[in-house]
């Protein structure tokens, strides 16, 4: 509690300004708080050393249920595309499917397409949304892969009526005209958070590089701004290397190998995407470096290198409630509905700081491994 | 050897004997019971892992059953979508649902060649999600686990469709995916908390989330068990794991034992494990033995207060019979004693007892240990007269008769007959206190019967002087003094012996 307070401390100009900006958005009868959680039970780990079970439990929502919202139909039909194909979105298809599976057993049928491509790719997105814009769905939900490129297009669907959202990892650009956005609205403040964890473990003064994940991918990029901000702020701290892996492993570590080449004595890694840290782990790992890794998400092989120490910490997103509620939203926005009472025009999912004695309970709770 | 015989060894032999009888008793007892238990155990553990294997067996098949069951409703699943003439994605929708509805195949889905997974709701993007759908798999029937983000692990079951083609659209493979919980509520059955089981992959890790026992629960087998079983043992048991053998592992944990049995489950890299706390068995067999241990030592205690009882009763009459045959014994002795010492006719002490006594006065005379004493002499006048004249039958009258007269009137001194006609009475104490009262009285009596021709009785008395150095010298002086008396009955009419 006293660190949690202490993360807020920390970052008060930033929460403050998403609370005002936020409130400007929204009209005096939403519910008190807008503000997007960011979670943390780093309490001085060397000190306390302790796991605690429920920040675990607490990083991820399993027990959701609908709220008291009666749809108007008894069929909803869904486009859902996302950025690529990742374990993390399975994750959000899961809290998806646990809706849907709700909405039945309430006798209301929900039907959607949840498709992705290989790679990360705007062109891809305009495609699969130039399809599905002709093909009648009653929302077509967007995990944004570009927000400069996607956003345009975006806001044409809805000037055609098509009813739009965004959702997951990214949002489309700020004044973009889509209904509403399910996901992380704090990538900014994960980066930092995370980055601001990395100073504090290296007593602020040192090197370190940032991974990020694709060019132009807005939770990526508001993550990488998020530590090179963090970073700014201690002159003893330095960045000698930024890198883009793609959302690729292999390439995360082949990326980390090379700048471990280059700066043999680099003290930290700070990853940016769900990708990075399993490459860098594996990297740091091979060579042996003592270099200190913090990380997004929560990649089972990730969370192992979290319980074995290579891996400092972990910002766990809350997958699966992002799912839940992204269905729950798009049945609300089906219906004719817009942001206010119902629903927020940004949602409030949380991301959870955690560390190596949280790792074997998030390893059980996420993959009933131990 | 007859020394040896003795009454105290006797005793003492069957003291000894009867507590080296009822030792043996007792540790025959315990052995026995003892061999009972032993027994008894070796006979569980060899019943409870062959009991054990049969669980862990049986419900290896059932999987294996559900396993090969949900392949041929996946088949029949696709001969049917290949009758139906479906054209679009709503239409493939509704035939999944059919499906459901008519093959219990919950979770059955379809792959298209692009991996796109269609299901009755929904339609996604799979390559991540389903690690199976890599073409190298997909080839052949493919069992694989699955775990899934926040839900327990799924046994995914996917076979190739080579055939199947949608609406112009090859489909590649069907998939159902069951999720193990749904199997664990098929495995179990009612064993009150004896038994437990879990489904664990090849290095140990418990898929199945039940609790195998309390000390191993849902950890990994061997990371729980490395410190009950030595590292040989859990490596070989690894070994078993990694290449599906199975095996068995005893060990014990909080006091407890326990035996888990393991058993590989075809079509899968799954292992179904079985564990049973032994001493639930041994907790029953022990209470059994306990319960006919406890009947022993009862039969051995009664059995020793029994014996114990028994050799008392039997020491006790030994005991009685030795005492009664000595009594017998001594008194025999005393008679034998007593007829040589008792006049047979009168009944009397006799000479031979006068010679004893007269012995044993002479002593206490020598050591002037005695002052009052007093011999006195009786004949009875006139026997030979009767013996002659009127028989021995008349002659031994005369002679009871003359013996009843002193007996009457000595009472307190002990009378001899010394000769055929002839008494001593020894007077000591009292008797020689009223010698001269009682001498009186007989003589008074022995003058009347002289009138009355009844026994006459000469007496003489004398005293013990401090010249005497024996009885005789007393004696004589009696003796004479009763010949003298004899004159004067002569005189006085008392029969005679002819000159």
């Known amino acids: 509690m006293r660190n949690h307070l202490k993360i ?97 057993e309430k006798g209301i049928t929900i039907t959607y397409e949840y498709m992705a491509p290989e790679a990360v790719s705007a062109e891809d997105q305009i495609k699969r949304l130039s399809e599905a814009k002709d093909r009648d769905f009653d929302v077509i939900g967007v995990d944004v892969a570009d927000d400069e490129i996607i956003s345009p297009i975006l806001d044409e669907m809805v000037d055609s009526g098509i009813k739009v959202m965004t ?40 090197k370190v590089a940032i991974l990020v994940g694709s060019v132009g991918d807005p939770c990526h990029e508001d993550r990488a701004r998020g530590a090179k901000d963090t970073i700014a702020k201690y002159p003893d701290m330095k960045i000698v290397a930024t890198e883009y892996d793609k959302d690729s492993v292999d390439l995360a570590y082949e990326l980390t190998i090379s700048i471990l080449k280059d700066n043999p004595d680099l003290d930290g890694i700070i990853c940016c995407n769900m990708s990075n840290p399993v490459g860098a782990a594996r990297a740091v790992t091979e060579t042996g470096s003592n270099t200190v890794i913090v990380g997004m998400d929560h990649d089972q092989e990730a969370l192992h290198y979290l319980k074995d120490g290579v891996i400092y910490c972990l910002g766990v997103q809350d997958c699966y409630s992002i799912g839940f509620d992204t269905i729950q939203t798009a049945v609300k926005i089906a219906d004719g509905n817009k942001p206010g009472d119902l629903f927020r025009e940004k949602s409030a999912e949380i991301t959870t700081v955690i560390y190596q004695e949280d790792a074997a309970i998030m390893l059980e709770l996420l993959y009933g491994d131990d | 050897m007859k020394k040896l015989i003795t009454k105290k060894n006797f005793i003492l ?21 003892r061999q009972t238990v032993s027994a008894t155990n070796e006979a569980v553990s060899e019943v409870s892992s062959f009991y054990l294997e049969a669980m862990a067996d049986r419900r290896s098949k059932t999987i294996t059953n559900l396993i090969n069951s949900n392949f041929d409703h996946m088949e029949k699943a696709v001969a049917y979508i290949n009758t139906e003439n479906i054209g679009s994605e709503d239409e493939l929708r509704a035939t999944l649902g059919n499906i459901k509805a008519l093959l219990s195949l919950d979770r059955f889905a379809l792959v298209d060649d692009d991996k796109i997974v269609h299901t009755q709701y929904t339609t996604y993007t799979g390559g991540s999600r389903h690690t199976f759908l890599s073409d190298e798999k997909m080839n052949e029937k493919n069992v694989s686990t699955v775990s899934i983000y926040g839900s327990s692990k799924q046994l995914c079951l996917a076979a190739p469709t080579p055939e199947l083609v949608i609406a112009g659209k090859k489909y590649e493979a069907s998939f159902v995916q069951i999720d193990i919980r ?15 089981f879990g489904l664990y992959n090849k290095n140990g890790e418990n898929i199945s989330g039940t609790e195998l026992g309390p000390y191993i629960s849902r950890h990994n087998l061997f990371v729980a068990m490395k410190d009950v079983i030595d590292e040989n043992t859990l490596n070989e048991n690894r070994d078993n794991f990694s290449n599906a053998v199975e095996g068995s592992i005893t060990f014990t944990a909080n006091g407890a ?44 205690i009664i059995t020793v207060l029994f014996s114990g009882l028994f050799f008392l009763i039997l020491l006790f009459m030994l005991k009685t019979l030795l005492k009664k045959d000595l009594e017998a014994e001594k008194e025999n ?71 009843s007269l002193i007996c009457e009137n000595f009472t307190h001194g002990a009378v001899y007959r010394i000769g055929g006609d002839e008494f001593v009475v020894i007077l000591q104490e009292k008797g020689f206190d009223t010698m001269s009262e009682v001498i ?44 003298h008396r004899k004159q004067e009955l002569k005189q006085m009419g008392a029969p005679t012996r002819p000159q």
């Open chain 2, 13 to 33: 032999t069957a003291v000894v004997g009867s507590i080296i009888l009822t030792a043996m008793i007792i540790s025959n007892a315990i052995l026995s019971s």
């Open chain 1, 167 to 206: 959702f997951s990892s990214s949002d489309a650009s700020e004044g973009c005209k889509r209904i509403a956005y399910v996901g992380n609205t704090h990538n900014y403040e994960d980066g930092a958070a995370l980055t601001e964890a990395l100073c504090e473990k290296l007593e602020y003064r040192g």
């Open chain 1, 8 to 104: 807020h401390c920390i970052l008060p100009v930033i929460l403050l300004s998403t609370v005002f900006l936020s409130a400007c958005a929204f009209n005096d009868s939403l519910p008190p708080s807008n503000v997007n959680e960011i979670k943390t039970d780093h309490e001085d780990v060397s000190k306390t050393g302790s796991g605690s079970e429920n920040t675990a439990k607490s990083a991820v929502d399993f027990d959701h249920e609908l709220d008291d919202y009666t749809p108007k139909k008894d069929h909803y039909n869904f486009y859902f595309t996302y950025k690529t194909i990742h374990p993390w979105w399975d994750a959000v298809a899961l809290g998806m499917e646990d809706a849907q599976r709700q909405y039945l």
């Open chain 2, 333 to 403: 002795s005393n008679n034998f004693r007593n007829m040589a010492s008792t006049d047979s006719l009168t009944g009397v002490r006799n000479k031979h007892a006068y010679s004893e006594a007269e012995a044993h006065l002479n002593q206490k005379i020598r050591q002037n240990e005695i002052d009052k004493l007093a011999i006195v002499v009786c004949d009875i006048n006139g026997l030979k007269i009767v013996n002659d004249t009127l028989g021995h039958a008349a002659g031994d009258k005369l002679i009871k008769d003359a013996c």
């Open chain 2, 182 to 196: 749904e199997i664990v509520d098929l495995l179990a059955f009612e064993d009150e908390g004896r038994t437990y």
């Open chain 2, 440 to 483: 009186n009285e007989i003589n008074r009596i022995i003058e009347d019967n002289i009138k009355k021709k009844e026994v006459v009785i000469a007496i003489g008395h004398s005293e013990l002087t401090k010249q005497d150095q024996m009885v005789h010298d007393i004696f004589e002086r009696a003796d004479q003094m009763m010949y």
């Open chain 2, 257 to 300: 034992e326990e035996t888990l049995v393991y058993v590989p489950i075809e079509q899968t890299d799954w292992m179904m494990v079985v564990l049973i706390h032994e001493s639930v068995i041994h907790d029953r067999i022990r209470s059994i033995s306990e319960k006919n241990l406890l009947t022993s030592k009862r039969q051995v």
